[in-house]
């Protein structure tokens, strides 16, 4: 499952009018995922809705850019993405941040923690990597549940609600559902435009290659663990992200963003949408938490639907949905 | 390469390694000329690729001293090596099998001189693309660079695995048994490019059939049973008595 974007990739000529549309939306990706972004609360015109599919979205964003790019499996995730929203939170709380400060908070606290978790867990490979972030992102759990007066313990930490904002000088209604949605878009937009330079660049080609054999990227002269580690760092700038623009939706920051199950929802998204695939993690959010809203209006069963949906997913289509499409009319 | 042929690239010292009790290599001291094509045989099991794998730093020597152009080199993590301008293929492929052949090649070229770039577009970075197109040529891949690496044939993806290795422009070459598992035209072919290559750096080539590089080596170096057995130009090794003893009903294959 390689890359759907990579350079290399353009150089085989698209099959039939299918696999040529889609080279073309490849080339142009970022401006559809724009188009997208501007037309999907029409589309979804629950906004609540729509604006925590693209917090997930990123979320899963970030962890596809570690798992899906680079080869690596972390349960420990949820670190990343609770970490940023709580430090988001504990800047306007603790210290009357601004929004926007709030934000660069959660950010760099996702780049933190991924460094401190990153450099100690690196070393190690497949189930042993796994097995360290999730303990390590525990400890994060236990690090955020304990300080109470920080973060508000186990009724997690409340936000002052941020209701009008003005970025660049325009004044904006923070409350209104819909203006809310444009903000985060606006954030997701600049993230998908980033990892769009990420995997075209080198560094893209690189993580690449360490996925697909190890041994012979270092043989090639590249510092793999370095490597590893810059990848997880990027990756938790993203979840750092996602982290404060859900608290600063939600205005609440609930201490589960940090636990275990946030970390699977991470894993699950992923494989739902396709990992390795650009536009994945934001079909499998979308298709995760659409499924869930729509379920648990008739049933308080709605796990057990979606958890249904989720085997059958990775049952018969291993590539997640976006990748099966991806693969299908490349044929 | 117009340096003397005296002149020393890579030199042992007393270089063994052991797993666990067991001792895999002992004591092999050997200096290798710049510009030579120096093949490393031996039966199987003797203990080449080991020694291989000092010299290219995948593994680390248990004892002794690995020294490069004059800099100790013993036990540097293996991606320094590329760096100090030695390059190896391994004795098992090793490509990347969903990448294109062309961006195979591409990524080898522009590992020394990208280091945590993740702004600029690779596309725009012409200078890694030619040499992957050059090296493309070389090695007779040219007209399969738009495949996946995983569609090539075996003997294919060995010549690729040796165009990667070039790409990072070595002054040492070190190939492990690049003919392995090769039919035998496309042992001809391989052959053929070793000889050009090694005209225009030192090469060194691990190999167990004998017959293969007698005829095209400089020095023989033959290991066996983890020891160095005998070293010296393939007329001295064709008539050390303690390499025939080895070499003795041991029909080649
Ligand atoms: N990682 C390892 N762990 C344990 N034993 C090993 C290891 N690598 C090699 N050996 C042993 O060391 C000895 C030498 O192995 P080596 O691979 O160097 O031989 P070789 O000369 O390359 O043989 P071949 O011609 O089959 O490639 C063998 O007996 C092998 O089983
Ligand atoms: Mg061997």
């Given at each position: 499952m390689s890359a759907e974007f990579a350079t290399s990739r353009m150089e085989t000529a698209p099959a039939s009018t299918g696999a040529r549309l889609l080279d073309l939306a490849e080339r142009h990706r970022v401006l559809l995922a724009g188009i997208f972004l501007l037309v999907f609360p029409l589309v979804l015109p629950f906004h609540a809705l729509a604006i925590v599919i693209l917090t997930y979205g990123l979320y899963a964003l970030g962890f596809n850019l570690l798992f899906g790019y680079l080869g690596l499996l972390s349960f420990g995730h949820a670190a990343l993405f609770g970490g940023g929203a709580y430090l988001c939170g504990i800047s306007l709380v603790?210290?009357?941040?601004?929004w926007w400060l709030g934000i660069l908070a959660g950010t760099l606290g996702g780049v933190l923690i991924a460094t401190l978790i990153g450099s100690l867990a690196i070393r190690t490979r497949g189930i042993y990597f796994a097995m360290v972030t999730l303990a390590l992102a525990q400890c994060v759990y236990y690090l955020f549940y304990q300080a109470v007066d920080w973060t508000g313990g186990e009724n997690g930490l409340r936000l002052p609600s941020v209701t009008a904002i003005s970025p660049f000088g325009i004044p904006l209604n923070f409350v209104d559902p819909l203006t809310r949605y444009y903000v985060v878009a606006a954030f997701v937009f600049a993230s998908l435009f980033f990892l769009s330079r990420i995997l075209a660049s080198p560094f893209g080609a690189v993580i690449e290659g360490i996925r697909e054999n190890e041994a012979r990227a270092r043989a090639c002269g590249y510092d793999v663990t370095r490597t590893r580690l810059v990848a997880f760092v990027l990756s938790g700038a993203f979840c750092g992200l996602a982290g404060a623009l859900q608290a600063l939706h939600l205005a609440i920051v609930p201490v589960?963003?940090?636990a275990i199950e946030t970390s699977g929802l991470a894993v699950m998204m992923c494989l739902l949408g396709g990992m390795g695939t650009f536009f994945g993690p934001f079909v499998g959010a979308a298709v995760f938490l659409i499924l869930e809203n729509l379920v648990s209006v008739y049933t308080v069963h709605w796990q057990l639907v979606v958890g249904v949906v989720f085997i059958v997913c990775v049952l018969f289509f291993p590539r997640g949905i976006w990748g099966s499409i991806l693969h299908w009319s490349r044929r | 390469m117009s340096a003397p042929s005296s002149d020393v690239i890579l030199r042992t010292e007393r270089v063994g390694r052991s797993f666990g009790k067991f001792?895999?290599?002992?004591d092999v001291s050997a200096e290798f000329r710049r510009g030579a094509l120096t093949s490393i045989i031996g039966p199987n099991g003797a203990g080449k690729s080991t020694y291989f794998n000092l010299l290219s730093g995948s593994l680390a020597p248990s004892t002794g001293k690995v020294t490069f152009e004059g800099k100790d080199?013993?036990?540097?993590?293996?991606?320094?090596f590329a760096h100090l301008g030695i390059a190896k293929s391994f004795q098992i492929t090793n490509v990347f099998p969903q990448l294109t052949v062309r961006e195979n090649v591409r990524i080898a070229a522009q590992a020394l001189k990208t280091r945590f770039d993740i702004w600029r577009p690779r596309a725009a970075m012409t200078e890694f693309i030619e040499t992957a197109d050059e090296l493309l040529r070389t090695v007779g891949l040219w007209h399969r660079r738009g495949e996946l690496a995983s569609a090539l044939a075996h003997g294919e993806q060995r010549a690729l695995e040796i165009g990667m290795a070039l790409a990072s422009r070595p002054r040492l070459l070190l190939l492990d048994e690049p003919t392995a598992g090769m039919s035998p035209e496309e042992t001809r072919t391989m052959m053929d490019l070793i000889v050009r290559l090694a005209s225009e750096r030192t090469v060194i080539l691990v190999e167990h059939k004998m017959k293969l590089v007698m005829g095209i080596c400089d020095r023989l170096l033959v290991l066996h049973h983890g020891e160095l057995l005998a070293e010296g130009t393939p007329d001295e090794i064709r008539r050390n008595e303690t390499v025939k003893r080895v070499y003795l009903g041991q029909r080649e294959h």
């Open positions: 603790h210290f009357g941040a601004p589960e963003m940090l | 001792v895999a290599l002992k080199v013993t036990g540097l993590p293996q991606h320094r």
